[in-house]
């Protein structure tokens, strides 16, 4: 007990000292910027090197961290700022002729959340004359979440594509109140992005008097091209009263779709009526206002969408999705959507709606899902399987056994199900599926997914000849490594370690199953190869290699 808690405390302040070698690497190259050369290569390098510290609110750094398993911090230089090498400098960086000395300060100040350079900032918007740079400064003041909202208005609408917008999301998370005003100022604008943006701020800030009449006459007053933006704000507020209004607008293409949505989201009863009307002027309703009822913000609205599936003619082009409605999994809408699914024999809406059922445990649910495991159609087959992940029914198990083995019935889809719920016998049957779907890349992953978490000995020739094939599934090399760990293979350690290396030469992140394979097998030769992974540059790597020799014994 005493022996591990000593390696424990090691492994943790090494762990620690790697983190704070982090930060000392980080200052160190500080420093080298601060050279009069400093040029775009040091900064590239400094972008790729530090992307956790530097660009923390991007797109691209929050997902790979995600990937990765690690933790962003909001404002990861907070201390930096601190530092007597930060306040000695980077008023010289942020003045400097150096454009990508200045390019490096605006992303060090928005990562330090330094507050006390918020003007400086704001005046840096007027003078600098690097796009490049202009761009990363009015990130830097967005991440400050200043309240200059005016100032950087007029940035946006000067730098930021509209079309494929990426400051736009951030700015509309700024102080509210400040955001109102400034579309106060800005709606009435010459120029026309700038009328656009002022009118999409004011469906994030709440209705009022104001708002509403400044959105009602843009509605009726701007040109068609513009026009949908005022209606989409229209929609947001859900403000009411609107059919005179809207009406002439239902028979424009540019205008009816959103059009719909607004008299779907009205508070007033005739806007109701009317929007039901149009559905019975037609055998078949059209994917417009079914869209429009489903994505409307009343949960009604949903319900009447669902009746609407199962008691009226529908397109067979009409595509929604599950996943982008998560009002489509609230408890309040799980009856209704039981008994869609069993009334409607509209097969393609069945194959998406069957989703919403996933992780429902409850008896109806369930016996709903295992209807569906027999269904003819296999695309229902493979969502109601998904959809029964997590659930222990002792139905569903025993009934697991008698699908796999039947190829009517047969779906990948089950193999996750065979593992959570421990279903050990069947590898003679997933050898099979393995052997007789060499070309079906589903079925090989399948297979293997199965065997890995189950093996017998003799698996362990296969599991080996796989890793040797450099062109199998990745997916499929990591199960078949974890197999190999899982019985223990000693004689596989040199094979797991040659992988492991091979796949460390692109990325560590690519390693971690192969350590974790390792870990289960032990052995001196398979603790040096994870212990020279405590040095590991990606953090979630160092830290699983702490977390297994932490529980070597």
């Known amino acids: 007990m005493k022996i591990n808690l000593i390696i424990t405390i090691i492994l943790l302040t090494f762990f620690t000292k790697a983190q704070c070698q982090y930060a000392v690497n980080f200052k160190a190259d500080f420093k080298l910027s601060l050279n009069e050369t400093f040029n775009e290569d040091q900064l590239n390098d400094l972008f790729s090197k530090y992307s956790n510290l530097l660009t923390p609110q991007s797109d691209i750094t929050q997902l790979s961290s995600s990937l990765k398993g690690e933790t962003l911090s909001i404002f990861p230089l907070s201390d930096f700022k601190k530092d007597d090498l930060y306040i000695d400098n980077i008023d010289k960086m942020l003045n400097s002729e150096n454009s990508f000395q200045r390019l490096f300060s605006y992303l060090i100040i928005g990562a330090s959340n330094d507050l006390t350079r918020e003007e400086q900032l704001l005046n840096k ?7 490049g740079n202009l761009i990363w400064c009015g990130m830097a003041l967005l991440h400050l979440k200043t309240k200059h909202t005016t100032e950087l208005f007029d940035f946006l609408v000067e730098n930021e594509n509209f079309g494929d917008a990426h400051m736009l999301p951030l700015f509309f998370k700024l102080d509210k109140k400040s955001l109102q005003e400034t579309a106060y100022q800005r709606y009435n604008s010459d120029n026309v992005k700038a ?50 209004t809207v009406k002439p607008f239902l028979d424009n293409d540019k205008t009816r779709k959103i059009t719909l949505q607004a008299l779907a989201n009205s508070p007033t009863s005739t806007d109701n009526e009317y929007l039901k009307s149009l ?11 079914l869209s429009c009822y489903l994505e409307s913000k009343k949960i009604k609205n949903v319900k009447y969408w669902l009746e609407l599936l199962r008691s009226k003619k529908v397109s067979n082009d009409y595509y929604f999705s599950v996943p982008l409605n998560k009002i489509l999994y609230s408890d309040e809408l799980l009856p209704d959507i039981q008994n869609t699914l ?16 996933r992780s429902r445990n409850d ?6 899902l295992l209807d569906f495991l027999k269904y003819k159609n296999a695309t229902i087959r493979y969502w109601s399987a998904d959809a029964l992940k997590g659930n222990k029914s002792q139905k569903l198990i025993d009934l697991l056994p008698i699908l796999i083995n039947d190829e009517k019935y047969r779906t990948v889809a089950l193999v996750d199900l065979f593992v959570e719920n421990n279903i050990n016998d069947q590898q003679i049957t997933f050898e099979k599926m ?39 599934d990745f997916a499929v090399r990591y199960d078949a490594a974890l197999g190999l760990g899982r019985l223990k293979d000693v004689e596989s350690v040199d094979l797991l370690i040659q992988v492991c290396e091979e796949n460390r030469k692109e990325s560590d992140l690519n390693s971690r199953t192969y350590l974790q394979a390792l870990a289960m097998i032990k052995g001196e030769k398979a603790q040096n190869e994870i212990k020279s992974f405590l040095n590991s540059d990606e953090q979630v790597v160092s830290k699983l290699a702490v977390e297994l020799l932490d529980n070597w014994n």
Not at 125 to 131: N, P, Q, R, S, T
Not at 363 to 368: F, G
Not at 437 to 462: C, M, Q, T, V
């Open 279 to 289: 559905i019975n002027q037609k055998e078949t309703v059209s994917n417009d206002l």
């Open 434 to 472: 393995y052997k007789n779907n060499s070309k079906d890349s589903e079925w090989e992953r399948g297979s293997i997914e199965y065997l890995a978490n189950f093996p017998l000995e003799r698996h362990k020739e296969l599991f080996r000849k796989i890793l040797k094939n450099k062109q199998s």
């Open 363 to 368: 008896v109806e649910s369930t016996t709903i």
């Open 342 to 357: 069993k009334e409607c024999k509209n097969e393609k809406i069945i194959e998406e709606l069957v989703r919403a059922l």
């Open 195 to 244: 009328r656009i943006l002022a009118i999409q701020i004011l469906s994030k800030t709440g209705n009022n008097p104001e708002t509403e009449k400044i959105v009602l006459n843009a509605v009726k007053n701007w040109d068609i091209n513009s026009k949908g933006y005022a209606i989409y704000t229209v929609k947001e507020l859900q403000i009411g009263n609107l059919l005179e």
């Open 125 to 131: 918007l007027k003078i600098e004359k690097d796009k």
